[in-house]
């Protein structure tokens, strides 16, 4: 016993290191996962693309998934452990990046048809190590936090990837400073970053595994058999729950790459920020702009982690209202460029991620203290559908703010009681497996909707790409370069309204579907959790009772 507790594992600093770590490539794949919504209006501007096509481009994130790649992934996991299936995968995502980010460029080839293929080929590469390095990202994290912290430190890492969500939306139009080459590069700079943080948190597993003799990453030393997978695709919580997860993500993913655009043509709100809206910082605009959102995400893990230091509930209260009030003092300092954020397309949407920061390790600490996970999965689907409701049928502004702030809370309350959920209904050494299985149900909708609201889009809207794509090519007619066309569509679409908006309101109303199934889902899952008695209403570490 006394050998136990000297593990790294049960050092709290070296738990919280690891999970630093890892949360370092969450960062930069999220970026890089959401970043071209951001972008897309200069997309379709500067590069000559439709909605339909962007979807497509976003769409081959999710290819090689669809047909299974995640589960080879996650069976490899299983039976090579973590440190090999990191480097493997994750120098796959920094490949995919680099291509794309060619792609962007032109350096390969000049022509559309050129750029799409090899930014598409650069997203299915990316999404085959992005999905799996996910997976080995919730592997890790049970290895290091199971009896311990294990909801909040996953909540924290979704956490980190939301806040690259966020980031990667509000700044990439900042950083390409309207174009699109450099913030694509960038963002394939932040993977190769979290990569390089992953070989050094593996120093620190390979210690763990001379210590605990391997026994962990090594799956007790049982190689997989399809019967285990067998077992899990007909477990019925199991099952449940993969298809919440497909219904819930299908439902949130896709329409970030499209929420600054809805928001643009929608409600009218600005595509590029004013310079006197901006923080200054070290002479950046884009370094100032990022530590508004790295202090609000500061400010969530102090009300999560710094009241639980007390012991006392005197002291809980005392620190919350001393963070509290230099929480309203910080956003009392920034309104007035909050004012202008709030009416501009990239800033507002990423209140949608904005939304899971401040609240996924609230939750997360929530369903370690107090359980509720199949509750508080219930909750997050209805604000799904209220939020998208408000987001197609509503016209009103201040609901669409509901809307958002609603997704983004959503977008807390699932996967902060959904994935250590996973962990109580499967056993340990096969999470690899089930984690993977749920990735790949999970692109199957990806892949529809990310291409579907954009093709539904067009659809609703030929007038709109007939007169775009008819200005354009008078545009070029007359001698202008790329960049003077794009910076003409967009003042004739954005301030001039020469070109009529989008309607956004079919795409959106699909959604509304999803959200509906994914609340009964969960209502499904709560009742089965009964009968198979896996205790997902119960705290972090309380097992209930279960019929053999």
């Known amino acids: ?110 022509d559309l048809n050129g750029q799409m293929w090899t930014m598409m080929i650069g997203r299915l590469l990316f999404g085959t190590g992005l999905e799996v390095m996910c997976v080995i990202a919730m592997r890790t994290i049970v290895k290091w936090f199971k009896g311990y912290e294990l909801a909040l430190a996953m909540a924290i890492n979704m956490g980190f990837g939301r806040l690259g969500s966020t980031l990667g939306q509000a700044l990439s139009i900042d950083i390409g400073a309207g174009v699109v080459a450099p913030a694509v590069n960038f963002a394939a700079t932040l993977i190769a970053i979290g990569l390089l943080m992953f070989l050094l948190y593996m120093i620190f597993d390979v210690k763990l595994d001379k210590q605990e003799k391997g026994i962990v ?205 996973v962990a109580k209904i499967v056993a340990e050494n096969r999470l690899g497996t089930a984690y993977a299985v749920m990735f790949t149900i999970q692109n199957w909708g990806l892949n529809a909707f990310f291409k579907g609201i954009g093709w539904v889009l067009d659809l609703s809207n030929p007038k709109v790409v007939a007169e775009i794509e008819s200005v354009r090519q008078g545009l070029e007619a007359q001698g202008m370069t790329s960049l003077q066309v794009s910076e003409k569509l967009q003042e004739m679409q954005f301030v001039t309204h020469e070109i009529p908006a989008f309607n956004y309101t079919n795409p959106i109303l699909m959604l509304v579907g999803l959200g509906v199934l994914a609340m009964f889902l969960a209502f499904m899952l709560k009742r089965s959790d009964v009968k198979q008695g896996y205790g997902l209403e119960l705290p972090s570490g309380a097992e209930a009772p279960r019929d053999k």
């Open 1 to 110: 016993m006394d050998a136990i507790k000297k593990t790294l594992r049960d050092s709290a600093g070296y738990r919280w290191l690891v999970l630093i770590l890892i949360s370092g490539i969450t960062f930069g794949t999220y970026w890089f996962q959401d970043f071209f919504s951001g972008i897309k209006p200069l997309m379709i501007t500067e590069m000559g693309i439709t909605s339909s096509q962007f979807g497509t481009i976003i769409q081959w994130t999710t290819w090689a998934n669809v047909f299974g790649m995640i589960i080879l992934g996650g069976i490899i996991l299983d039976k090579w452990g973590i440190r090999i299936t990191g480097l493997v995968f994750g120098s796959i995502a920094v490949a995919g990046a680099a291509l794309t980010a060619l792609g962007a460029a032109g350096a390969l080839s000049s």
């Open 217 to 421: 990453d090594k799956g007790d030393d049982e190689s997989f058999k399809f019967s285990d997978l067998l077992k899990l695709i007909t477990n019925r919580s199991f099952l449940l729950i993969a298809l919440l997860c497909v219904t819930f993500y299908s439902a949130v993913f896709p329409f970030m790459q499209y929420a600054p655009d809805l928001l643009i043509n929608k409600f009218g709100f600005t595509y590029d920020l004013p310079e006197s809206a901006s923080i200054i910082l070290f002479g950046s605009a884009t370094l100032g702009n990022a530590s508004v959102f790295i202090g609000l995400f500061i400010f969530a893990l102090a009300v999560t982690l710094i009241p639980a230091k007390f012991n006392t509930k005197q002291g809980k209260r005392v620190s919350l209202a001393i963070i509290l009030v230099l929480f309203a003092t910080f956003i009392y300092a920034l309104s007035d460029t909050f004012a202008v954020w709030f009416v501009n397309g990239p800033k507002t949407a990423s209140l949608i991620p904005l939304g899971s920061i401040l609240f996924t390790p609230i939750f997360g600490k929530i369903v370690d203290t107090k359980g509720r996970a199949a509750s508080l999965m219930i909750l997050g689907a209805v604000l799904l559908i209220f939020a998208h409701l408000t987001l197609s049928i509503f016209d009103n502004v201040i609901l669409g703010y509901l809307g958002l702030l609603s997704l983004g809370i959503a977008f807390s309350l699932v996967p902060a009681a959904m994935w250590p959920s």
